[in-house]
């Protein structure tokens, strides 16, 4: 599938700038590498995205160190990393993600250097666990974009529930996040949303639309 993404204006700049000041976002990065990938990662810095979190399920080491080193360093700290975390230190990252394929905090980790953020996807996980993390993702608030298949799980009154109760102070949506759906996110009573395949996706040709919603 082609994923279309371009930096024609300064009109598209100011677009992001603005979406970018009126909810917290996360964007996580698509999970195979691609040419160019650096450069725009590096625009939407300068445009004001705040964090990337950088997944890339299965990359080595060596690919993970190739990609970091061509992000401004001026920009790393905005930078979550997935997998390889001792990497987060060595290059002044700005915290790690846990996930299935690395559960465990790390005893080097120092709370004063790197965030701590998890996955979750269920709202007794996310009050079992969120209290020792500085932020949770839950997941899927939505039909996946995408993992094809991977269905929303959360009811209207479930995820009522959770806003009435004060749960969701720290937890970002993620799943199905679409510039089209974040004022519900919002609604919902989540902290943010985190963005992938609503992100990448995007025709450019339908963002100043898309932004105009917000």
């Known amino acids: 599938m082609l994923f279309c993404f371009f930096f024609v204006s300064l009109a598209d700049m100011s677009g992001f700038l603005y979406i970018f000041a009126t909810m917290k976002l996360v964007v996580i990065t698509r999970p195979d590498f691609y040419e160019g990938e650096t450069d725009i990662c590096n625009k939407l810095f300068v445009s004001g995205m705040q964090s990337l979190h950088f997944r890339k399920p299965g990359a080595s080491r ?7 080193e061509g992000i401004e360093p001026l920009f790393r700290k905005r930078i979550i990393l997935h997998d390889h975390h001792d990497l987060a230190l060595q290059y002044g990252l700005g915290g790690i993600h846990l ?72 937890v970002y949506a993620l799943g199905g996040i679409t510039f089209e759906n974040l004022e519900e996110v919002k609604d919902m009573g989540f902290c943010g949303a985190a963005m992938l395949g609503g992100f990448w996706r995007a025709p450019n040709s339908l963002w100043g639309e898309q932004l105009a919603k917000l």
Do not use: M, T
């Open 62 to 68: 060596e690919q993970l160190v190739e990609w970091i």
């Open 99 to 170: 996930n299935g394929r690395n559960p465990n905090v790390p005893g080097w980790l120092d709370r004063k250097l790197l965030s701590l953020s998890c996955s979750c996807h269920a709202i007794a996980e996310v009050e079992a666990c969120q209290k020792g993390f500085d932020y949770v993702f839950l997941s899927p608030i939505f039909d996946s974009i995408s993992k094809q298949g991977y269905k929303s799980c959360f009811s209207k009154e479930e995820l009522g529930e959770a806003k009435r109760r004060g749960i969701l102070y720290n």
